[in-house]
């Protein structure tokens, strides 16, 4: 009898230490530095360079680069791989870099982390990318986040992680309070 008690309390304690680790969250980046840059541009900026660029599309004119390159930073999964010349790029079209306090790392590390937890939360807006954090080591690119708080929805690239909770369980509330927005 006492065999099978000691057993059970070892599988048990097994079972929770096990359950345990599997619950910790890990981190996306082992990062030393994070560069916050932000774009203050209203919706009806952006849907004057959609619209001619549509315009442009339907009298078969080429639209400039230039707009498109910002349109795809702004609306879509631009860029798809790390590219280390991306903050020179999106400066050029208007983003300025913000200051963050070291002491605010290890609060972004957890908000940036493979989480169990899940608001399920559906969003309906399209995605306007005016907030991107680009995470450095040892002064190279690892990964970049674009952020839209409107819809609480980002891009992330450069993770092996699973990304499918991020924000989730009131952390783009957190993410907007550490950036001041």
Do not use: W
Not at 25 to 51: A, G, R, W
């Amino acid at each position: 009898m006492k065999f099978s008690f000691k057993l059970l309390s070892i599988l048990i304690l097994f079972i929770l230490s096990f359950s345990a680790i599997n619950a910790q969250e890990l981190p996306f980046y082992d990062f030393d530095q994070v560069d916050y840059y932000s774009i203050d541009i209203s919706d009806q900026n952006i849907s004057k360079i959609e619209y001619q660029r549509k315009k442009n599309s339907y009298e078969y004119k080429k639209i400039s680069k230039k707009d498109s390159l910002f349109l795809s930073i702004l609306r879509n999964n631009y860029p798809e791989k790390i590219e280390e010349d991306f903050p020179e790029k999106i400066i050029k079209y208007g983003f300025k870099k913000n200051d963050i306090d070291k002491k605010l790392y290890p609060e972004i590390n957890n908000i940036f982390s493979e989480k169990n937890c899940s608001d399920n939360l559906e969003s309906l807006c399209i995605p306007i990318f005016r907030d991107i954090l680009i995470f450095s080591k040892k002064n190279k690119i690892i990964g970049i986040a674009k952020i839209c708080y409107s819809c609480h929805l980002a891009t992330i690239i450069g993770t092996e992680k699973s990304i499918r909770n991020f924000g989730s369980c009131g952390d783009f509330i957190k993410l907007e309070k550490i950036m001041g927005k």
